[in-house]
């Protein structure tokens, strides 16, 4: 599932991203996937399409997307793997790239 997930991100026109292995670092996921989009209307998009993915087309989740797109980080629980989509400014203030470090990187697309 992570690597479709990447996939249609990337389809979709997402930016730097990050598909991080945290198996036996992390009891909330086995996989991250973090990427970034130029505005709240693409991370709203970017979230659809991952939500549509795990087939959650109508579920309550996707109401808030709009909010959180608005705030500049939305984040989906896909249960093994957990998608942030964040606006470059959101990544760079949290970043979770770097506290999760010491997880395995598997895929990294620019």
Do not use: C, N, P
Not at 77 to 105: A, C, N, P, T
């Amino acid at each position: 599932m992570a690597h479709t997930v990447v996939d249609a991100l990337e389809e979709k026109m997402g930016e730097s991203i990050l598909l991080l292995e945290l198996k036996g670092i992390s009891i909330v996921a086995d996989y991250y996937v973090i990427a970034t989009g130029r505005s709240d209307r693409q991370l709203k998009a970017l979230a659809r399409v991952v939500a549509e993915l795990a087939g959650q087309k109508r579920s309550a989740k996707l109401r808030d997307l709009g909010a959180q797109a608005a705030s500049g980080w939305v984040l989906l629980d896909l249960g093994d793997v957990i998608v942030h989509l964040f606006m470059r400014g959101q990544r760079d203030h949290y970043g979770l790239e770097k506290l999760w470090s010491h997880g395995k990187v598997l895929l990294r697309v620019q």
